[in-house]
Nanobody, 123 residues
Framework: VQLQASGGGLVQAGGSLRLSCAAS???????????MAWYRQAPGKQRDVVAR???????MYADPVKGRFTISRDNAKNTVYLQVNILKPEDTGVYYC???????????????WGKGTLVTVSS
């Protein structure tokens, strides 16, 4: 199973984007997905968590994006979304999706990373 992120692009400050990340490959082997999340890596900086969504319905946001970003998921499609609004130049970076997946016949959850999608916010 692989994660494929999409939806990034160049946008002016104040604009919006909707990022998507879908699982692909042998998805019929997926038993459940607990945590789905988005991380961001700005140029020259470490990768930091932006938002998390658990299968329980609980969500968590990093302080810099609270009130502007919304994470959601479609469990039937094994997809997580990130609606990003009121974008700021400091939101620029590569956005990576992450998921913890349990497979049929397996024990525990396995970590998966998507390849990332670039968001560039111009001032």
């Amino acid at each position: 199973v692989q994660l494929q992120a999409s939806g990034g692009g160049l946008v002016q400050a104040g604009g919006s984007l909707r990022l998507s990340c879908a699982a692909s490959g042998n998805i019929s082997s997926i038993s459940s997905i607990n945590l789905m999340a988005w991380y961001r890596q700005a140029p020259g900086k470490q990768r930091d968590v932006v938002a998390r969504s658990w299968s329980s319905g609980r969500t968590m946001y990093a302080d810099p994006v609270k009130g502007r970003f919304t994470i959601s998921r479609d469990n039937a499609k094994n997809t997580v979304y990130l609606q990003v609004n009121i974008l700021k130049p400091e939101d620029t970076g590569v956005y990576y999706c992450y998921a913890e997946i349990q497979y049929y016949g397996g024990r525990g959850y396995f970590s998966h990373w998507g390849k990332g999608t670039l968001v560039t916010v111009s001032s």
